[in-house]
């Protein structure tokens, strides 16, 4: 049984990099869609991005600017960075997978909804 | 882009309730929708894929419809375990876009 778990830092800066990565246990990472979600106290849950295993990337045009998420298939995790951290990034993090793409078109299958999710971590950004 | 707009925002209901969920979308998505389940400090959990799949190990009770703009999340017979809080999600978007409804907190009366 495929599990995820988040790890890093708890405690960020405002303007230093956000790092968290991860772990996938009990299956590969070298299939699938991955991807990063996070909610902030009190609000609703917000997509970041994802990363096919092959590489291609697709982010949320509000964070695109800052955010990087990249795989390691040595080490069976993912990664997200997100840098120039405010208070607004304040949120619990979670990795996700979509294991069907369900959304196919023009010959190309995208993610539709995220059936593994891990426990999620929580990181505040404060000085 | 396409706004979903999730009703009640809040409910309070009894064990054995029938409990009624809404999402509409500012613009037609087909059946692009899914709902999920979560509870603080644990994952979030898919129940319903592309609008009214019922996900694997979901139980029967959970129910969904709807296509177009208007999508409607049933819970027919309220569990105590079912107390949390649901969001729809809509995809289908080219660049893809993954967007949630402001989520529903389901309270015990």
């Known amino acids: 049984q495929v599990q995820l778990q988040e790890s890093g830092p708890g405690l960020v800066k405002p303007s230093e990099t956000l790092s968290l990565t991860c772990i996938v246990s009990g299956g590969s990472i070298s299939s699938y869609y991955w991807s990063w979600f996070r909610q902030a106290p009190g609000k609703g849950l917000e997509w970041i991005g994802y990363m096919y295993h092959s590489g291609n990337t697709n982010y949320n045009p509000s964070l695109k600017s800052r955010v990087t998420i990249s795989v390691d298939t040595s080490k069976t995790q993912f990664s997200l960075k997100l840098t120039s951290v405010t208070t607004a990034d304040t949120a619990v993090y979670y990795c996700?997978?979509?294991?069907?793409?369900?959304?196919?078109?023009?010959?190309?299958?995208?993610?539709?909804?995220?059936?593994?999710w891990g426990q999620g971590t929580m990181v505040t950004v404060s000085p | 882009d396409i706004q979903m707009t999730q009703s009640p925002s809040s409910l309070s209901a009894s064990v054995g309730d029938r409990v009624t969920i809404t999402c509409q979308a500012s613009?037609?998505?087909?059946?692009?929708l899914n709902w999920y389940q979560h509870k603080p400090g644990k994952a979030p959990r898919l129940l319903i894929y592309?609008?009214?799949h019922l996900e694997a190990g979901v139980p029967s009770r959970f129910g969904a419809s709807g296509s177009g703009t208007n999508f409607t999340f049933t819970i027919s017979s309220l569990q105590p375990e079912d107390f949390a809080s649901y969001y729809c999600?809509?995809?289908?978007?080219?660049?893809?876009?993954?967007?949630f409804g402001q989520g529903t907190k389901l309270e015990i009366k």
């Open positions: 592309d609008a009214f």
């Open positions: 996700a997978r979509d294991t069907r793409a369900g959304y196919c078109t023009g010959g190309t299958c995208y993610p539709a909804g995220f059936d593994i």
């Open positions: 999600q809509l995809y289908g978007n080219l660049p893809p876009m993954y967007t």
């Open positions: 613009q037609d998505i087909r059946n692009y």
